[in-house]
C-alpha cells in the first residue's frame, strides 16, 4: 500500500522550533521529488518548500526562506522540515507530497500524484 505519514506537528509558541517527517512505505521516493505544503484555516492550500530526488536542488516560498530546511534521507525514505523561528501566521496543516520528477522540484500541486493525511502545526502563545 502506497502510503505517505507525516508527523511531528504540534501546538508551539512563537519562536520555537519543529522538525516534521513525512515517511514513505508502500514505495521509495529515491527518483521522486518532495513537496511540503500547508493549508490555515480559511484559506486554500499553498506551497512551502520541495525538494528534488537526489537532494541537489530545494526551493522555497518567501515566507520559508531563512526559517524553514527542507531535507531527505533516501536510505530511510523519509523527507524532512525543519521549521524555526515559528510565527503564528505559520498555523496550518501541513502536508508532504511526492511528484514523479527527478531532476528538480515543483511548488504546483498539481504535479503532485501521492499526498499525506497531513499534521497539524499550531503556534500561539
Known amino acids: 500500500q502506497v502510503q505517505l505519514v507525516e508527523s511531528g506537528g504540534g501546538l508551539v509558541q512563537p519562536g520555537d522550533s519543529l522538525r516534521l517527517s513525512c515517511a514513505a512505505s508502500?514505495?521509495?521516493?529515491?527518483?521522486?521529488?518532495i513537496g511540503w505544503f500547508r493549508q490555515a484555516p480559511g484559506k486554500e492550500r499553498g506551497g512551502v518548500s520541495c525538494?528534488?530526488?537526489?537532494?541537489?536542488?530545494?526551493n522555497y516560498v518567501d515566507i520559508a526562506k531563512g526559517r524553514f530546511t527542507i531535507s531527505r534521507d533516501n536510505a530511510k525514505n523519509t523527507v524532512y522540515l525543519q521549521m524555526n523561528s515559528l510565527k503564528p501566521e505559520d498555523t496550518a496543516v501541513y502536508y508532504c507530497?511526492?511528484?514523479?520528477?527527478?531532476?528538480?522540484?515543483?511548488?504546483?500541486?498539481?504535479?503532485?500524484?501521492?499526498w499525506g493525511q497531513g499534521t497539524q502545526v499550531t503556534v500561539s502563545s
Open positions: 507530497a511526492t511528484a514523479p520528477i527527478r531532476y528538480y522540484c515543483s511548488g504546483l500541486m498539481r504535479d503532485y500524484d501521492y
Open positions: 508502500g514505495f521509495s521516493l529515491d527518483y521522486r521529488a
Open positions: 525538494i528534488s530526488s537526489s537532494g541537489g536542488r530545494t
